[in-house]
């Protein structure tokens, strides 16, 4: 086993298995740059390393396999205009997620605790998705003042149902059985039994015999599952506006779940909320080179804007809960900016290709 990043992210060589473990429990796995940098560096020793076959990632510490990227650090750094180190997180960290997506050999996540922001990124982009009992996933970027970042501007798009569309714009929890029945999960194993599957595929069987043995039935679904005609109903709408005007109906008609979805939705950035629903329309057309490209080009706005520090302040600093949203009603969002983002932002542009 070999430690990068001051032991906050560890390598393990076991036989064909390339073990990365995100070693930052009191964060939840949070991933610092330091960490981003040597994972990709570990990943393309592997990938070049004919000894190793297959590469498996898992969280330390049982609360979280991964709770995004460190949003608290990528604030202090944009608060002093430290432009360098900002954007060096957010090209290393896009530039890891790219390459996961394009990673040659199998790329096993165990996923038990809540998974995030990066952490969706490191994962849900790699081919076998292992989600333990605990499992807790969300993208919750528009109550920050960002955006589901990560490559999501490809990956919500093509859920099923419109279900993406629900989980960009509301940054809301789900459990297993709802990211099974979707396809953001693609095998359920017990947290417990993951040092055992590791043993298998650390003695060689192949990923899907190495899962099958430990594979349980999927827990109940949740939400996302029994409202899913509403969800589409009402996130196949073509604007915010009208969404939230769909969702105002079916509350009114005696639906809980669409007032609570509306009143959450009402907590989150109207800019952001604008931005995910333009993702959305956009992102099923893009591959996750493009999508991700397109992430860059609206992260680079957004840093020169107010609603993301505004968020990470209300959120995660002063943790007051109560955001100042610049604007602060979704009628005052300039639309054509928000399109706008989406093109060339005149700084240097990395390629994730």
Same mark, same amino acid.
């Given at each position: #086993?070999? %430690?990068?990043?001051?032991?906050?992210?560890?390598?393990?060589?076991?036989?064909?298995?390339?073990?990365?473990?995100?070693?930052?429990?009191?964060?939840?796995?949070?991933?610092?740059?330091? &960490?981003?940098?040597? #994972?990709?560096?570990?990943?393309? *020793?592997?990938?070049?390393?004919? %000894?190793?076959?297959? $590469? *498996?990632?898992?969280?330390?510490? =049982?609360?979280?396999?991964?709770?995004?990227?460190?949003?608290?650090?990528?604030?202090?750094?944009?608060?002093?205009?430290?432009?360098?180190?900002?954007?060096?997180?957010?090209?290393?960290?896009?530039?890891?997620?790219?390459?996961? /997506?394009?990673?040659?050999?199998?790329?096993?996540?165990?996923?038990?605790?809540?998974? #995030?922001? @990066?952490? $969706?990124?490191?994962?849900?982009? /790699?081919?076998?998705?292992?989600? /333990?009992?605990?499992?807790? +996933?969300? &993208?919750?970027?528009?109550?920050?003042?960002?955006?589901?970042?990560?490559?999501?501007?490809?990956?919500?798009?093509?859920?099923?149902?419109?279900?993406? +569309?629900?989980?960009?714009?509301? /940054?809301?929890?789900? =459990?297993?059985?709802?990211?099974?029945?979707?396809?953001?999960?693609?095998?359920?194993?017990?947290?417990?039994?993951?040092?055992?599957?590791?043993?298998?595929?650390?003695?060689?069987?192949?990923?899907?015999?190495?899962? *099958?043995?430990?594979?349980?039935?999927?827990?109940?679904?949740? %939400?996302?599952?029994?409202?899913?005609?509403?969800?589409?109903?009402?996130?196949?709408?073509?604007?915010?506006?009208?969404?939230?005007?769909?969702?105002?109906?079916?509350?009114?008609?005696?639906?809980?779940?669409?007032?609570?979805?509306?009143?959450? &939705?009402?907590?989150?950035?109207?800019?952001?909320?604008?931005?995910?629903?333009?993702?959305?329309?956009?992102?099923?057309?893009?591959?996750?080179?493009?999508?991700?490209?397109?992430?860059?080009?609206? $992260?680079?706005?957004? &840093?020169? @804007?107010?609603?993301?520090?505004?968020?990470?302040?209300?959120?995660? $600093?002063?943790?007051? =809960?109560?955001?100042?949203?610049?604007?602060?009603?979704?009628?005052?969002?300039?639309?054509?900016?928000?399109?706008?983002? +989406?093109?060339?932002?005149?700084?240097?542009?990395?390629?994730?290709?």
């Amino acid at each position: #086993m070999t %430690s990068e990043a001051g032991g906050e992210i560890l390598f393990e060589r076991r036989g064909p298995l390339g073990l990365v473990t995100l070693n930052r429990p009191k964060a939840l796995n949070a991933l610092s740059l330091p &960490m981003i940098r040597a #994972m990709h560096a570990q990943l393309r *020793a592997w990938e070049e390393d004919d %000894s190793i076959s297959r $590469v *498996a990632v898992r969280g330390a510490g =049982g609360r979280a396999f991964c709770a995004g990227g460190d949003i608290r650090r990528i604030y202090e750094v944009a608060r002093a205009g430290n432009e360098t180190e900002l954007y060096e997180i957010w090209t290393g960290e896009y530039g890891l997620v790219a390459y996961v /997506g394009r990673y040659p050999k199998p790329y096993v996540s165990l996923i038990d605790g809540i998974v #995030m922001g @990066g952490g $969706v990124g490191i994962s849900l982009h /790699g081919e076998y998705r292992v989600a /333990g009992a605990n499992y807790s +996933f969300a &993208m919750p970027e528009v109550g920050i003042g960002l955006f589901p970042d990560v490559g999501m501007t490809h990956a919500l798009p093509r859920l099923p149902g419109h279900t993406g +569309f629900y989980l960009a714009l509301t /940054g809301a929890r789900i =459990g297993a059985g709802d990211a099974l029945a979707v396809g953001l999960a693609t095998h359920h194993v017990p947290g417990t039994d993951f040092d055992a599957l590791l043993d298998r595929l650390a003695a060689g069987v192949a990923v899907t015999d190495a899962i *099958a043995p430990h594979a349980v039935l999927p827990p109940p679904a949740g %939400s996302l599952v029994s409202e899913r005609a509403l969800i589409e109903a009402c996130f196949e709408a073509e604007t915010v506006p009208e969404v939230l005007e769909r969702l105002d109906a079916r509350a009114a008609a005696g639906s809980t779940f669409a007032a609570e979805t509306a009143a959450l &939705m009402r907590t989150r950035s109207p800019t952001s909320l604008c931005i995910a629903r333009e993702q959305m329309r956009r992102g099923v057309n893009l591959s996750l080179a493009e999508a991700i490209l397109a992430e860059y080009r609206l $992260v680079t706005r957004l &840093m020169e @804007g107010a609603d993301f520090f505004e968020g990470v302040r209300a959120v995660i $600093v002063d943790k007051d =809960g109560k955001p100042a949203w610049r604007p602060a009603r979704l009628e005052e969002v300039d639309l054509d900016a928000v399109r706008a983002a +989406f093109g060339p932002s005149g700084r240097p542009e990395p390629r994730f290709a």
